[in-house]
Nanobody, 126 residues
Framework: EVQLVESGGGLVETGGSLRLSCAAS????????ISWFRQAPGKEREGVSC????????YYADSAEGRFIISGDHTRNTVFLRMNSLKPEDTAVYYC???????????????????WGKGTLVAVSS
């Protein structure tokens, strides 16, 4: 059974950092394309970052570029999202999701991801 479990969210002050984790089971993340999304209250879901084991590509949304870093630990089958210089507008529930077949990053909005985690809440105080 494929499972994704996010952790690492919390309350942080503006300018602070957090590292989110997405622990994968039932598959090896190296074989798939994994994305981080976020959804703030009253807003549409936004793709934040992506890494693909299929072509070793990475992607960052403009809002994340230069502040967020996606990485993976093969021994733990876990993908991380290091978030630095956090802003109040980064407040959202963050989700990781996997696409088994899409060969590169980013995965277009019209493509449905195969598996989703339940999310972890990030709150940035001003």
């Amino acid at each position: 059974e494929v499972q994704l479990v996010e952790s690492g969210g919390g309350l942080v002050e503006t300018g602070g950092s957090l590292r989110l984790s997405c622990a994968a089971s039932g598959f090896t993340f190296d074989d798939y394309t994994i994305s981080w999304f976020r959804q703030a209250p009253g807003k549409e879901r936004e793709g934040v970052s992506c890494m693909s084991g299929k072509d070793n590509s990475e992607y960052y949304a403009d809002s994340a570029e230069g502040r967020f870093i996606i990485s993976g630990d093969h021994t733990r089958n876990t993908v991380f999202l290091r978030m630095n210089s956090l802003k109040p507008e980064d407040t959202a529930v963050y989700y990781c999701a996997v696409h088994k077949d899409y060969p590169t990053c980013p995965v277009p909005d019209y493509v449905d991801m195969n598996y989703w985690g339940k999310g972890t809440l990030v709150a940035v105080s001003s």
